[in-house]
């Protein structure tokens, strides 16, 4: 079982891999690491021949949950068996990345208008593709990857 959780910073998708990493599943968050590279309007993308390695070698017996949001993540959408959008209301995305202390991401007002941009002309594609969608603002964690794990087992 192989899933792709997207969103905009602020969604949730960092704290929804590490609930379902505590669950024993294999994650991988691709805003960190080796799996982006500069893409030609110098913008992050993912480098697409680690992603297709790393997808073609995830055993179907696995469950691999990856995390990211770039541009040419659609290119991958047939490998995995779910894509899910985890969405808040944009004050609370922005509430959230200015609280966290795991990342940086978020807290210049340059950041924040970029979210503010994405958030109103990527979120909308990033919907009309998506397996499920989950609102993370009136969610706990908990709450949250339950509602991951009750979709992909045909439950949700």
Not at 8 to 22: P, R
Not at 46 to 73: F, K, P, Y
Not at 84 to 103: W, Y
Request: charged letters at 25%; aromatic letters at 6%; proline letters at 3%.
């Amino acid at each position: 079982m192989k899933i792709l959780i997207t969103g905009m910073s602020g969604t949730g998708t960092t704290t929804a891999l590490d609930g379902l990493s505590a669950r024993g599943w294999d994650t991988i968050d691709t805003d960190y690491g080796p799996w982006k590279i500069p893409g030609s309007d110098g913008d992050d993308i993912w480098d697409e021949s680690r992603m297709d390695r790393l997808l073609a070698a995830t055993d179907t017996d696995q469950h691999l949950a990856i995390s990211g949001c770039v541009a040419n993540q659609g290119r991958f959408y047939d490998r995995f068996d779910a894509v899910i959008l985890l969405t808040a209301p944009i004050e609370i995305m922005l509430d959230r990345v200015m609280r966290r202390t795991t990342n940086d991401y978020g807290k210049t007002p340059e950041q924040r208008a970029e979210i503010r941009t994405n958030t109103a002309n990527v979120e909308p594609r990033l919907r009309a593709n998506a397996d499920l969608v989950i609102d993370t603002s009136l969610s706990t964690e908990d709450e949250v990857v339950a509602k991951i794990l009750a979709f992909i087992s045909g439950n949700g």
